[in-house]
């Protein structure tokens, strides 16, 4: 099996959504992780699908009420089939539903587990023979993780196995230390010149070390895990090629900037040589290089 290589979703005329949509037929069995008021697909569109959620769809709705969302974007929040509050679907899922799902999809939910080894493993017994699963990842380069080191394999075997149920102190740390804006926003275009990056949390750091002085007890949301499409590949194919996770990066398309598209499937282990992981570290540092060139130091 071949390594992939990066595309561009403009190259093939298609966005996200559109993307998306087009990998799969409505008679097929799907299920969106953590959809949330934002879900990729629609039960009102005729699909036969289900949903997992870190919450019940009335817990989500009065979540989302109290911290002012619309009336219209809540109504997106669909009924949830599934809770899974750590990620790991073995034991929320029944077990006649293993190996029946022609078709997963997940949007910017992989940084926020914190065991993502255990994760990938679990959507593998799901996974029908010729199913595949879609991950839509945020890119650092177009959001507030502009300024954090990439997320590395190592730290990935680390919480598997260490059997993580929670995000490691120094994720919590510095999901709230070293998160930025420019010109306030903390999302923004590809290409765009960074000339006025701020610091987005403006607590002070006392306070932040508070947040980890003591031993976590329950699920603290972070932004675990930073990457490129690149990083991300390098990771998968690593852990593809220990034998770990049973599932190959069949596909890796960017917009660019903002985000990209990562299409897993089944696969036994394709070993990566040496040379193939410097490349791959090597396009990792040049896309981070390419973002950072943009900054403009005051």
């Known amino acids: 099996m071949s390594l992939p290589f990066v595309e561009f979703l403009s190259d093939i005329g298609m966005n996200r959504i559109e993307f998306v949509l087009s990998q799969f037929t409505k008679d097929q069995k799907l299920l969106e992780i953590g959809g949330s008021y934002n879900p990729i697909l629609h039960r009102t569109d005729g699909l036969n699908m289900y949903t997992v959620d870190h919450d019940t769809q009335d817990n989500l709705i009065a ?16 009924r949830v089939d599934f809770v899974v509050q750590d990620g790991n679907l073995d034991g929320a899922i029944p077990d006649e539903h293993l190996g029946t799902f022609d078709f997963c999809i997940s949007s910017h939910n992989i940084e926020h587990i914190p065991n993502p080894v255990a994760h990938l493993r679990s959507i593998r017994r799901l996974l029908s023979e010729k199913g595949s699963f879609l991950m839509v ?57 960074f000339d006025h990056l701020e610091m987005a949390n403006g607590n002070p750091l006392k306070d932040i070390y508070e947040l980890i002085s003591k031993p976590a007890t329950a699920y603290t949301d972070a932004h675990a895990w930073v990457f490129t499409p690149h990083s991300m590949l390098l990771i998968l194919c690593e852990l ?19 985000e990209f598209i ?30 950072h060139m943009r900054i403009v130091i005051a």
Do not use: M
Not at 63 to 78: A, F, K, P
Not at 149 to 177: C, E, K, R, V
């Open 63 to 78: 979540h989302y009420t109290r911290n002012n969302l619309s009336l219209e974007t809540i109504s997106n929040i669909q």
């Open 137 to 193: 990842v945020p890119d650092k380069r177009g959001c507030f993780d502009l300024l954090r080191p990439l997320t590395s394999t190592g730290q990935w075997l680390a919480a598997y196995i260490q059997s993580a149920p929670f995000h490691s102190l120094s994720a919590i740390y510095d999901t709230n230390s070293i998160v930025v804006a420019n010109h306030r926003e903390v999302t923004w275009r590809n290409g765009e010149v």
């Open 240 to 258: 593809n090629a220990l034998g770990l996770t049973g599932l190959y990066p069949n596909r890796v398309l960017s917009d660019g900037g903002g």
């Open 262 to 291: 990562v299409e897993l499937i089944k696969s036994e282990p394709v070993q990566i040589s040496h040379a193939a992981r410097l490349s791959l570290l090597s396009r990792a540092c040049r896309e981070q290089a390419e973002a």
